[in-house]
């Protein structure tokens, strides 16, 4: 009988610390699974956001528009894209020195991004100093009203740029493209693409410093 006891004993602590054991793996495993995670969602980051202005980069630009595209077709809903880069940047970088350009752009990124008021919008930088703002279930007097935001937002920055080539201005300035379209089958989003950056060199050719529609071109 003692020896039954004694055997039942062992067991029972065998089974407890088994019990232990297979807890604290558990627990550990936990810990493994939420620190790769929390890595996966750095890597993530890391992979989809610009180094330097800390927004969208040009792969992120490239995955959200084919699905907002997708999803946008399949709900028969407006996507508009805004295209626009900084008036004589190159002029800036050569007055002012490189770093303050970086700087420049770092402070033009964040402001458009806080100048976008839902999240599913998105403003990436596509280029040295070009960027991209997707404007999903907007249609194109919205996607003006975006612009002309933005151009106020930047023009409250009174960023100054002694050599911008403009007349009477000598701060920094953008002149943006801007699209729109209800998805169809028989288009693409690369086309809103095109589009939009048609429209962003005719404002370009117009004098800079202001938005030019796609659909009002000529």
Not at 161 to 184: A, C, Y
């Amino acid at each position: 009988m003692i020896k039954d006891i004694s055997d039942r004993k062992e067991a029972e602590n065998l089974l407890i610390a088994a019990k232990e054991q297979a807890e604290a793996a558990e627990a550990e495993l936990k810990k493994t699974q939420i620190k790769l995670e929390r890595n996966n969602k750095i890597l993530l980051k890391l992979i989809n956001e610009d180094p330097l202005t800390k927004i969208a980069n040009r792969l992120c630009f490239d995955i959200r528009i084919r699905q907002e595209w997708k999803r946008l077709y399949r709900e028969q809903q407006p996507l508009s894209l805004l295209l626009f880069d900084v008036d004589y940047f190159k002029y800036y970088n050569d007055l002012y020195g490189h770093p303050k350009g970086d700087t420049c752009l770092i402070k033009i990124a964040q402001t458009v991004r806080k100048t976008l008021s839902r999240p599913a919008d998105l403003v990436a930088r596509v280029g040295g100093e070009e960027f991209c703002v997707i404007l999903p279930n907007t249609d194109l007097k919205g996607a003006i009203i975006v612009a002309e935001r933005i151009h106020l937002a930047i023009k409250e920055l009174e960023i100054t740029h002694e050599d911008s080539r403009l007349d009477n201005i000598n701060t920094i300035t953008i002149s943006v493209g801007i699209s729109s379209q209800i998805p169809t089958a028989d288009s693409s989003h690369n086309r809103l693409i095109n589009q939009a950056d048609q429209a962003l060199l005719e404002a370009k050719r117009q004098g800079r410093n202001q938005s030019v529609i796609f659909s009002s071109m000529s």
